[in-house]
């Protein structure tokens, strides 16, 4: 026999939640267009188009016209907006707040400044092709500290960071950046790292280390799932990436004592709680 445990502090984020919640509410009007998957979960992007809402991409996007379209958390470039005016589309915006607020501080720095901008963040993820969309697709995206020879010491530096990235990845470029910045060259940073997600961190190794099993349940496109289950790896080498209990393997829980089940903050809790009761029905 073995305990099972889910982590109460896993699941949606503010954002996420405010952006299904929005899609919720519209379906219950009517027709509903989203602009990519509302979050990197298969299983609820399924479970939202059952009850009526569209996944649609660039391409229809652009050719749509007199419909209603949700904009999710992870924010748009202003193209997408100026494209809606054109073709008569309403906008429900789920943009997350977290995620706006650095929209704005990328476009006040990039009108007001020749620095280089600079966006620490995942290349072609939805998040930064919308900051990057604040400055007409001039600024650098490194994704490492491998990418640092794009940039040009000698020239001011303005940097910023995705919202979901490593807080401690990103103290270490700034390190970088520091030592390697020419003389009387300006370089500023913003932490825009989201808390919430941030603050995941501590909390699921901490939770790792409770448990001899640790089943990570996250969307297999889901980047911030999969910079968590790295750190819960590190907590704990018996963790396991899964996407559903279609996932999980009988032969993991030979000799265990106790299982811990979390998530990413694109995994919603009733899938979670799935997996939770599949595990117990192993016994």
């Not at 904009?71 to 943009?95: C, F, S, V, W």
């Not at 010491?153 to 520091?178: A, G, H, P």
């Not at 993991?252 to 997996?275: D, H, L, N, R």
Request: one cysteine or more; aromatic letters at 8%.
């Amino acid at each position: 026999m073995f305990h099972v445990d889910i982590d109460q502090g896993s699941g949606f984020c503010f954002g996420v939640v405010n952006a299904i919640n929005s899609a919720e509410r519209e379906l219950h009007k009517g027709k509903l267009y989203c602009l990519g998957d509302i979050v990197h979960n298969s299983q609820e992007v399924e479970r939202l188009r059952s009850i009526g809402l569209e996944a649609i991409d660039y391409e229809q996007f652009n050719r749509l016209k007199n419909a209603k379209v949700l904009l999710r958390a992870h924010g748009e470039p202003p193209e997408t907006y100026l494209t809606a005016k054109q073709n008569n589309i309403e906008i429900i915006d789920a943009t997350c707040p977290v995620v706006l607020q650095l929209q704005r501080k990328i476009l006040r720095q990039y009108s007001t400044s020749d620095a280089q901008i600079v966006i620490y963040g995942k290349s072609g993820h939805a998040e930064v092709n919308g900051l990057v969309g604040q400055t007409a697709g001039q600024a650098i995206v490194i994704e490492n500290k491998a990418d640092l020879h794009l940039l040009d010491f000698n020239k001011d530096i303005c940097l910023f960071s995705q919202t979901t990235k490593s807080l401690d990845e990103f103290e270490e470029i700034v390190e970088i950046i520091r030592s390697r910045i020419a003389y009387g060259v300006n370089f500023s940073y913003f932490d825009t790292i989201c808390r919430q997600v941030a603050n995941r961190i501590p909390h699921i190794r901490e939770f790792a280390c409770k448990h001899d099993l640790v089943l990570f349940v996250a969307g297999k496109k889901s980047s911030n799932g999969i910079a968590l289950f790295k750190e819960c790896e590190k907590a704990n080498k018996n963790s396991h990436l899964i996407s559903g209990t279609e996932d999980i393997c009988t032969a993991w829980f030979a000799g265990i004592s106790s299982v811990g089940v979390c998530g990413a903050t694109s995994t919603p809790k009733w899938q979670m709680e799935a997996v939770v009761k599949y595990v117990k029905s192993l016994q």
